[in-house]
C-alpha cells in the first residue's frame, strides 16, 4: 500500500511538472531576447534560487565521487544541447518544427534505456510511443522540402536525442543524489557554457523582462525540473517520456488562452490522440504498481 500510494503520488507531481514545462514556449513570446541570451538569464535565475533553497535548506552541497560529478557535467551538457536546439530549429524553421522534433524523445528514450540501464524494453511503451508520434505528426503543418525547414528538422532533431539521454543520466543519478542538487549542478554547467555566448550578445533584459525570467527561471525551470527528476525514482525514464509528451497538448491549450492563438483542427486531433495515449499509459502503470 505504501508503494502505491508513493507512485500515485509521484504520477501527480509528474503532471504538475509538465505543466509547468509547457509555459516555456509562452516565455518564449513574451521575452524579446536572442535564444542563447534567453536560455542563459532563464538558467541564471534559476540555479540562484535552487542555490538559495539548498543553502536555507542547509542541503549539502557536496555530491559522490568523480563519476556523479562527470555524470552531472554530461547532464548538464545535455540539458544546454537540448534547449539550444529548441530554439535554434524554431528560429531556423517555425515553432512547429520545433515542437515536432523535440516531441520524438519518448521513442528514444524507449529504445535507450534498455541499451543504457539494462532495463526491459516494454512493447506496451513501445506501441504507446509510436500512437505519440503519430499524434504529433497529426498536429504538424504541411511541410514544403524548402531548405530552411529541411535545416530546422536537423537542427531540431539534436534536441530529442540530448532529453531521452538526459532522462536516462538523470534517472541514474537520482539513486544517489535528490532532484534540487540534480538540477542544481546541471544548470551551472549549462550557465558556464552559455555565459561567453549571452555576455558577447549586446543585448540587455528591460525591467519587464527581468520580471518575466525570473518567473520563467524559477517556476518553470528550477521547480519543475526538480519535481520532474525526483519523480524518475519511481517511475521508469521510459514512462516519464511517454507522459512529457503531454507538454504539446498543454502548450497549445495555454497558448490559446493567453496568446488567443486558436488551434487548427488538426491540432485538435493530434492533441486527442496523445492525451489518450498517456491516459492510457498512467493508468497502466498505476495498475502495475499494484
Not at 527528476?229 to 514512462?239: E, G, N, P, T
Request: aromatic share 10%; with cysteine; charged share 15%.
Amino acid at each position: 500500500m505504501q508503494q502505491e500510494n508513493r507512485k500515485t503520488r509521484s504520477l501527480i507531481l509528474l503532471n504538475l511538472s509538465i505543466v509547468l514545462f509547457s509555459f516555456a514556449g509562452l516565455f518564449g513570446k513574451w521575452i524579446d531576447l536572442p535564444s542563447m541570451s534567453l536560455i542563459f538569464y532563464r538558467v541564471l535565475f534559476s540555479s540562484m534560487a535552487l542555490g538559495l533553497f539548498m543553502l536555507v535548506t542547509r542541503m549539502p552541497f557536496r555530491v559522490g565521487g568523480m563519476r556523479d560529478a562527470g555524470l552531472l557535467v554530461l547532464g548538464g551538457i545535455l540539458t544546454a544541447a537540448n534547449w539550444v536546439s529548441v530554439f535554434k530549429a524554431i528560429q531556423i524553421s517555425t515553432v512547429g518544427i520545433g515542437v515536432i522534433t523535440f516531441s520524438t524523445f519518448p521513442l528514444f528514450v524507449t529504445f535507450l534505456e534498455p541499451l543504457i540501464l539494462y532495463t526491459k524494453l516494454r512493447m506496451k511503451n513501445v506501441i504507446i510511443a509510436v500512437i505519440i508520434i503519430i499524434g504529433v505528426l497529426i498536429t504538424v503543418p504541411e511541410l514544403s522540402m524548402d531548405n530552411n525547414i529541411v535545416r530546422g528538422i536537423l537542427v531540431g532533431m539534436i534536441s530529442p536525442v540530448a532529453y531521452a539521454l538526459l532522462s536516462i543520466v538523470n534517472k541514474g543519478l537520482r539513486d544517489r543524489l535528490n532532484g534540487t542538487q540534480i538540477s542544481f549542478y546541471e544548470q551551472l554547467v549549462v550557465l558556464v557554457l552559455l555565459a561567453p555566448f549571452a555576455l558577447t550578445a549586446g543585448v540587455q533584459p528591460t525591467m519587464r523582462d527581468v520580471g518575466l525570467l525570473i518567473i520563467f527561471g524559477v517556476v518553470t525551470t528550477a521547480v519543475a525540473h526538480t519535481v520532474y527528476i525526483s519523480c524518475l525514482k519511481d517511475v521508469s525514464a521510459q514512462f516519464a517520456g511517454v507522459c512529457t509528451s503531454m507538454e504539446t497538448v498543454y502548450s497549445i491549450v495555454f497558448s490559446m488562452i493567453l496568446l488567443e492563438e486558436i488551434p487548427y483542427f488538426r491540432e485538435v486531433i493530434g492533441a486527442a490522440v496523445i492525451t489518450a495515449a498517456v491516459i492510457f499509459a498512467q493508468i497502466s502503470e498505476t495498475k502495475d504498481s499494484r
